[in-house]
């Protein structure tokens, strides 16, 4: 294990840069769809297409609903009103059991045979339905029905779209859920309500909404191609610009999802064609950039050609902030008459909102609800109903729990970990210096992936029998210089140890203030801060498995707190760790965190649709297991499930691990 000064090697490379890191990540993705848009053949889209939209179901979370029968939802009217040439029905439908989404139907008076009819699905407003109502009259004084929606969280039952955003629900990422979906799910019965009403003609539906309407009109219009049509308004922008110019921090958790497949905006948009797509949006919107806008319609832009349907997207710029203007209003009016009506009609002929609120309803007139409000409704908690954690399995025998980790660890890696990366970088590792001190050993350095040098302490007392096996011990976030050596030398087991210290710790801390920040760009680009340690615990293993005087076939790693959870799927995936010794481990993935983002950072993506961190100890059998501190009782099962099988698999618990006798 001694090594000579001539083999050591002391060179500055950097260490990493996490903002610099997701950047990266989110410029390669929105450059592979642009890529992707631009070089497939029409004919090769076609084949695809089908499949892709299958992945878009998944990413919103709707995969397990989305193959179910489907019936015209129940509709309960609680008032009309009559206008002039128009009447509105106060009304609510459920998305999901109990889930009742509040709106309101604007229906042209004196209707002869079926109209078309458009879905105004709203944005961050206060009484949506109310503040957005002059769209939805337009509407129908140009001979449309339409149906405005409120959204899930400001509707008159409110629900939570900021999970993620405000209340520290980070295992949202966990779930795979995301307001994207649940929203996509109301607009689609929306247009199961609509489609199932006589004055409605089924085959001219349109979509359209400001904002967070906006992203909803492009999230239904590429998942239902019941939408003829589409017309999203400020809610248009690139995953490089979301992340690099951190127009994220200013977005609901329902502008994006669950993005196992690490797609950008222009593959769903590439969903909705040949379909007339109008894109509008401000110059100036500060939350959605104007370069962005326009690289999204380029992405989409190759794609309509080939598919002979270049007339069929429009972008459409306006001066300003975040808002409408009169030209992106009445363009889009423009744009459903003659898609949906099959008349011409120039933007500057068919007329703007009416504009005065002393022309249009109180928001108490269009109340769904008088006093009271239904008591069964789920609103509140259709997070918690529409993509619960998977239960922990029944594994009776050996040949068991080998399918079902097979299975699981499949899913992991297509959807958990698919953002890992495909060709990795030479590890590089490199001695930087040497000590002898209360334990003998050598600091090194090792590249995880692009953009991350890792540092690592390699520890032994002497004299050392080689080949050695070997202890990984994971440093955790914040904590002092020596705990994590301390923490090793503590170990009574036999051979060397190494101090690992993953992105985030160490040498590559980033403040705690950036947390919330960087726990939500990290998941848009398909990763978690989680994930990103388990492959740098992965990467760590492949190098102390290529050190001099290292039994290769014996490497454990050990862990605390949160870097239990690293820990674990690490020794999944990897499938050869002889041991895995835990102090402290989380009782689930399942649970929110604080609400700054700052603290322990669990999350990965959809884990919780196949397992959950107790579940993963269980699967390691026949792997050693350690089981220290205070142990939650979750762990009850790997517990049960290792004595169930029994030998080889060893699973210990003690108070505090100087009691464990490592062997």
């Known amino acids: 294990m001694e090594r000579g000064s001539g083999r050591v090697t002391s060179r500055w490379v950097p260490s990493g840069n996490i903002r610099d890191t997701l950047s990266a990540e989110a410029a390669a993705i929105t450059e592979a769809t642009t890529r992707r848009l631009a070089s497939v053949s029409a004919s090769a889209w076609r084949r695809a297409e089908s499949g892709l939209r299958l992945q878009w179901c998944e990413m919103l979370g709707l995969d397990a609903c989305w193959g179910l029968p489907r019936r015209a939802p129940s509709v309960v009217v609680t008032g009309v009103l009559e206008r002039g040439s128009y009447r509105i029905e106060k009304l609510h439908y459920e998305a999901w059991p109990k889930l009742y989404l509040t709106a309101n139907l604007y229906v042209p008076r004196g209707v002869t045979g079926r109209l078309p009819a458009v879905l105004y699905v709203s944005g961050h407003a206060r009484d949506p339905k109310s503040h957005y109502q002059a769209h939805a009259r337009r509407f129908a004084e140009l001979g449309f029905v339409c149906l405005i929606v409120d959204t899930v969280q400001l509707g008159e039952i409110p629900g939570y779209h900021h999970g993620c955003y405000r209340e520290g629900w980070w295992h949202w990422y966990s779930r795979g859920y995301t307001p994207a979906g649940i929203e996509t799910l109301s607009a689609v019965r929306g247009l199961d309500l609509l489609t199932a009403r006589p004055e409605v003609d089924p085959e001219r539906l349109g979509i359209t909404g400001i904002s967070g309407g906006g992203v909803t009109s492009w999230w239904a219009a590429a ?10 308004v400020c809610g248009t922008a690139t995953l490089y610009s979301q992340v690099h110019d951190r127009t994220i921090d200013g977005h609901c958790d329902c502008i994006w999802w669950t993005n196992t497949r690490r797609w950008d ?11 007339p797509l109008l894109i509008a949006s401000a110059d100036k919107d500060g939350i959605f950039t104007v370069e962005s806008i326009r690289q999204v319609h380029a992405q989409v832009a190759p794609l309509y050609r080939k598919l002979g349907a270049r007339e069929n997207l429009k972008l459409v710029e306006t001066p300003g902030g975040h808002s409408y203007h009169e030209r992106s209003r009445t363009e889009i009016f423009a744009w459903f008459a003659r898609h949906l009506q099959g008349r011409e ?5 068919i007329g703007d909102l009416e504009l005065d609120p002393a022309k249009l309803e109180r928001p108490e007139a269009l109340r769904v609800f008088g006093v009271g409000l239904p008591a069964d409704a789920c609103n509140p908690r259709v997070q918690d109903e529409l993509l619960p954690a998977v239960g922990a399995p029944h594994l009776s025998d050996a040949e068991a ?8 660890v499949t899913f992991l890696r297509e959807h958990t970990f698919g953002g890992f990366p495909t060709r990795p970088v030479p590890l590089d590792v490199q001695v930087e210096y040497e000590f002898d001190e209360d334990a003998a050993g050598y600091r090194f350095g090792f590249t995880s992936e692009p953009g991350w040098r890792l540092s690592a302490q390699m520890l032994y007392r002497k004299p050392l029998s080689t080949p050695a096996p070997v202890m990984l011990g994971l440093r955790l976030p914040g904590e002092g210089r020596g705990d994590t050596r301390s923490f090793l030398l503590g170990l009574r087991a036999p051979g060397a140890r190494v101090a690992v210290e993953v992105r985030g710790t160490g040498d590559t801390s980033w403040g705690e203030d950036l947390n919330w920040h960087v726990r939500r760009a990290a998941a848009w680009t398909g990763r978690t801060v989680a994930s990103m340690r388990v492959w740098d615990v992965l990467r760590a293993v492949e190098a102390v498995r290529g050190l001099p005087g290292i039994d290769a076939t014996r490497i454990s790693l050990a862990a605390r707190g949160e870097m239990a959870v690293v820990a674990l799927y690490a020794a999944l995936l990897d499938g050869r760790i002889e041991s895995v010794v835990l102090s402290d481990p989380p009782a689930t993935q399942d649970a929110p965190g604080e609400k700054d983002g700052r603290g322990a950072a669990l999350e990965m993506l959809s884990c919780l649709r196949v397992t959950d961190v107790a579940q993963v100890a269980g699967l390691l059998f026949p792997t050693r297991l350690v089981l220290a501190g205070a142990v939650p009782e979750t762990f009850q099962w790997p517990e049960a499930l290792y004595r169930r099988l029994g030998p080889p698999g060893r699973i210990t618990r003690v108070s505090r691990l100087s009691d464990w006798e490592g062997s």
């Open 223 to 232: 998942l239902d191609e019941r939408i003829r049509v589409a017309a999203p």
């Open 265 to 275: 905006l222009g593959d769903v948009g590439a969903l909705i064609a040949p379909r």
């Open 345 to 349: 009609v120039s933007a500057a002929e």
């Open 401 to 408: 729990l080998r399918t079902h980790r097979s299975r699981v």
